[in-house]
T-cell receptor, first 113, second 113 residues
Framework: DGGITQSPKYLFRKEGQNVTLSCEQNLNHDAMYWYRQDPGQGLRLIYYSQIVNDFQKGDIAEGYSVSREKKESFPLTVTSAQKNPTAFYLC????????????FGEGSRLTVL | GENVEQHPSTLSVQEGDSAVIKCTYSDSASNYFPWYKQELGKRPQLIIDIRSNVGEKKDQRIAVTLNKTAKHFSLHITETQPEDSAVYFCAASMRGGGNKLTFGTGTQLKVEL
């Protein structure tokens, strides 16, 4: 069953702790993305990667880091430097090099206590 | 960078009526405009998209129109049904391609019986 899987679905962390959100896809897509969704603000791009071992900052990259060591995987680390980390995080993938459909995961809801 | 404004933020219609959601964008270089539907608790899914060389596109009860001169595009849903109730996001491609999208803030559509 092809698709994009995010884990965990819900995550609680204390302030000051780093946390890593997992994103795996078996769609053979080269491009992967991380978006943050907050009520009333739509989806905002955090980081994106067009190919393995390469990634670029999106609009709100401060306080986040990513890696792209494998084509299938694009984990996002929310660091203690992120001032307001509580949010819903969506990972997506697509065919690289062209505008087209984004395939989203089911999201991870992070709550920082 | 690109800025996308979406209106209205909430929309309530009677079943069978039409619904229209409007978006404006700022970057004249944007050339790809998708619409995503997000049902409660689910992932966003592409419902229709349009490219800048086309003025209108239709898929059954859903249509999108694009006015490049005025830099606005709209989603039209006819004969609305309860299952159309969801949050709808418009988006525009960012300058530089690579399928990087700027999303609008979303419209909560409620179709009442």
């Amino acid at each position: 069953d092809g698709g994009i899987t995010q884990s965990p679905k819900y995550l609680f962390r204390k302030e000051g702790q780093n946390v890593t959100l997992s994103c795996e896809q078996n769609l053979n897509h080269d491009a992967m993305y991380w978006y943050r969704q907050d009520p009333g603000q739509g989806l905002r791009l955090i980081y994106y990667s067009q190919i393995v071992n390469d990634f670029q900052k999106g609009d709100i990259a401060e306080g986040y880091s990513v890696s792209r060591e494998k084509k299938e995987s694009f984990p996002l680390t929310v660091t203690s430097a992120q001032k307001n980390p509580t949010a819903f995080y969506l990972c997506a993938s697509s065919i690289a090099g062209q505008d087209g459909e984004l395939f989203f995961g089911e999201g991870s809801r992070l709550t920082v206590l | 960078g690109e800025n996308v404004e979406q209106h209205p933020s909430t929309l309530s219609v009677q079943e069978g009526d039409s619904a229209v959601i409007k978006c404006t964008y700022s970057d004249s270089a944007s050339n790809y405009f998708p619409w995503y539907k997000q049902e409660l608790g689910k992932r966003p899914q592409l419902i229709i998209d349009i490219r800048s060389n086309v003025g209108e596109k239709k898929d059954q009860r859903i249509a999108v129109t694009l006015n490049k001169t005025a830099k606005h595009f709209s989603l039209h849903i006819t004969e609305t049904q309860p299952e159309d109730s969801a949050v709808y996001f418009c988006a525009a491609s960012m300058r530089g391609g690579g399928n990087k999208l700027t999303f609008g803030t979303g419209t909560q559509l409620k179709v009442e019986l």
